[in-house]
């Protein structure tokens, strides 16, 4: 795909924050579309957004924003940005009004009009201060400054942590609708991979670091199974595919892709994996290497 086809571009990203490490990051985002970024706690999901954001001074890589390098060109690159934290980073004291008055200056496309539209149709009062919205107030606070200097990408990490099942509803059908411009993006870091697999076309999974898998969700949903039974008519050659492999008393789980289904005994039952099945067991798997290479030291 074309450089500007893709409204978001890494490239071999690294950067070390004491003893956690981006291992080589790449991924793209195409233009029109949501991409999903998950992966458990301290996958390196927000090292990897402050570093697009240039709040992070990389170690090395390339991260490219609407064609732009992200550090020569961050200050244009902002202004197209609209970015949802999991918490609000505007002042609390002040009201809806008094924090237009502080943001219009720093953005040359900004739209009164559209920011008093949108809260209006959030039903988020003018005159409240913010820091006594509740926290599905505040997200819809963020969007709607966001929308309000016309970004092209936007871009939440973990948005829906905390909020309730109406509100999270309520924020993924604005994602929706602001997609509906095919000149814009979504860049989506949750651990909640329902919503994932509600409104992402794509998806790229962290693991310690390290991208496991980055393409197109649809393709991921093809990709692996969950493989239950009883341990007993499991083959060397089956064991030796599977990924987080669980024994307990009345059987095992484990993760496989599902080409390595083949030959895989009827006494043996396999289902469709889910985004959170296959984070859960590629972490099971890492712990496993893990403590496996420190026994062998």
Known sequence: MADMENILEITDLCKTYGDFSLKNVSFSLPKGF??????????????????????????????????????????????????????????????????????????????SEAYLRRLDEFELPVDKKIGDFSKGMKMKFMIAVALSHKAELIILDEPTSGLDPVARDELLDILGEFIENENCGVLFSTHITTDVERIADYVTILQDGAVWYTGAKDELAEMYAVLKGDEKYLTDDIKSKLIGFHSYRNGFDALIPVDGLVGVPDSLV??????DDILVYISKEHKYAKHRKAAEV
């Open 270 to 275: 396999y289902e469709r994996a889910s985004i």
């Open 34 to 111: 949501i991409m999903g970024f998950v992966g458990e706690n301290g996958s390196g999901k927000t090292t990897t957004i402050r570093s697009i954001l240039d709040m992070a001074h990389i170690d090395s890589g390339k991260i490219t924003v609407f064609g732009m390098d992200s550090m020569k060109d961050s200050i244009a690159i902002k202004e197209r940005i609209g970015v949802v934290f999991d918490s609000l980073y505007l002042g609390q004291h002040l009201n809806a009004k008094q924090i237009e008055a502080q943001l219009k200056p720093f953005y040359k496309d900004w739209d």
